[in-house]
């Protein structure tokens, strides 16, 4: 019996190990969106070296996770959910790399504003920035708590997102079209915009996963019954 014990006990610790890799990862992502959007939206590029070394680290954190999930698969061959654990820790792990490096493109795009005439304040861009953060944020804790109802509003969201980037397209546009002197600094706020809808994309990957780890079904393309 201790013998069979002891490697499921291996078994969990190394669950755990996992876990504890992947926590530490999206607070690191949390962060550095964080400072890519104040950097945006202050005009402040002074944590832009910051960032970019943080990123280094989620990348590194990416491939020990990669490491740990071929090792489990391999030597475990773990099933139900277990199996649904360790897939969907990987798939979360990949989808914040990909959040991390769209958090830098913004941060190199707020250091490139401070070249360019301003554009005037807009509110779809400061709320673009407050959703998708909420986004985030909601998924990771969904995610840490297994709460489903909680992943669902995320994925519910990620319309209002849309919606403003479509909003901000059309008032960057216009003023360009207006003020040709503003081209420069509209099209970075629009490349900004463009790394927001993926953030919250990505985010709503991470609130699917949930769902597919918590009941074993998958609600991508908006397959989903909420009266289930």
Do not use: W, Y
Request: aromatic fraction near 2%; glycine fraction near 4%; charged fraction near 30%.
């Amino acid at each position: 019996m201790i013998g069979d014990q002891k490697p499921l006990r291996h078994f969990h610790d190394e669950l755990n190990a996992l876990q504890n890799l992947l926590m530490e990862m999206a607070g690191l992502v949390e962060r550095l969106v964080a400072q890519a959007s104040e950097a945006v939206l202050h005009r402040d590029a002074s944590q832009v070296k910051t960032i970019k070394r943080a990123d280094d680290r989620i990348d590194a954190l990416e491939m020990e996770i990669d490491a740990k999930v071929m090792e489990l698969l391999a030597l475990h061959q773990p099933m139900a959910s277990d199996l649904r654990q360790i897939v969907a820790s990987n798939k979360v792990a990949n989808d914040l790399e990909r959040v991390g490096d769209h958090a830098v493109s913004m941060a190199k795009a707020a250091k490139r504003l401070l070249k360019a005439r301003p554009v005037p304040d807009l509110r779809e861009m400061t709320e673009m920035v407050a959703i998708t953060r909420q986004m985030l944020s909601d998924a990771l804790r969904s995610f840490v708590t297994r709460d489903t109802a909680s992943a669902r509003v995320v994925c519910a969201t990620d319309d209002r997102v849309d919606d403003l980037r479509r909003s901000l397209f059309r008032i960057l546009v216009t003023h360009m079209l207006e003020d040709p002197t503003r081209i420069g600094g509209s099209l970075e706020m629009l490349l900004v915009s463009q790394n927001l809808e993926r953030i919250a994309d990505l985010s709503t990957n991470i609130a699917e996963d949930v769902v597919f780890l918590v009941e074993g079904k998958t609600i991508k393309h908006g397959n989903d019954d909420f009266d289930d």
